[in-house]
């Protein structure tokens, strides 16, 4: 049963990664540098070709000039459970796939199903033109196919609670990969993400597009403010079960056209509002 409900959730995430393994072995999968580098994404197959004309791509520098404060944003509500958990060698990264029942972010009051996460290293993301060592993304959809991604950025420091937990299961990764199994899964049991949940008193907020191809848009990300720290060893780790063309599988940052990008702060908040009110989150 979680085998078939995790098949079923890596059918739904199709257009995040699936696409490029199967492009893999077709011959048109896409890369990090040279013949297949992110500037060539949008000729290496028709399906991906939004990654080189559309207009409202991810990921993009956050930029001091072009966020605006927004007071109607509300504390990102998230709700997560404990559930089961396979963590997978995605060819282009490191990912892991939660069973049904991992929880929810709501958006504009529009619910978002938590259905895995993954990470990139370098950071896709800049803040304030800085490229961080590494980006979590938790991927979310809702029921008419639309996605909502919450990334958290890190710089290199003391190591991740979470990932310090998920060693043994990283190694396993590795060495599966050393055995030339290139699309490993590992077991991870039962995780509850509310361990993954953090508070967020700060985030941006923007209409962005899937970071790999087919770079589709209609993608609402949430940057939380907070730049959290893993170890050097930790980013290793990450990085050990890829190939070497994904070890740094981090997007160029796409022009903003225009965009607005809005900043949620607690603090501000509170302080126009007379808020005293616990943040939930
Ligand atoms: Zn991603």
Redesign the pocket.
Known sequence: MVMLIIKLCIFAMAP??TVAANAQTQGIGFGYGGRNGPKQWGHLNPHYTECSVGKLQSPIDIQRGQTFYNSTLEPLHRDYYTTNATLVNHVC?VAMFFAEGAGDVVINDKNYTLLQM???TPS?HHLHGVQYAA?L?M?HQAKDGSFA?V?SLFKIGSEEPFLSQMKDKLMKLKDERLKGNQTAQVEVGKINTRHIERKTRKYFRYYGS???PPCSENVSWTILGKVRSMSKEQVELLRSPLDISYKKNARPCQPLNGRRVEMFHERVTKKETGNKKKDPN
Do not use: F, P, R
Request: aromatic letters at 6%; a negative charge; charged letters at 15%.
């Open positions: 995040l990664c990264n993954h990470w990139h896709e980006e993304h991927v991604v990334a899937l970071t790999t």
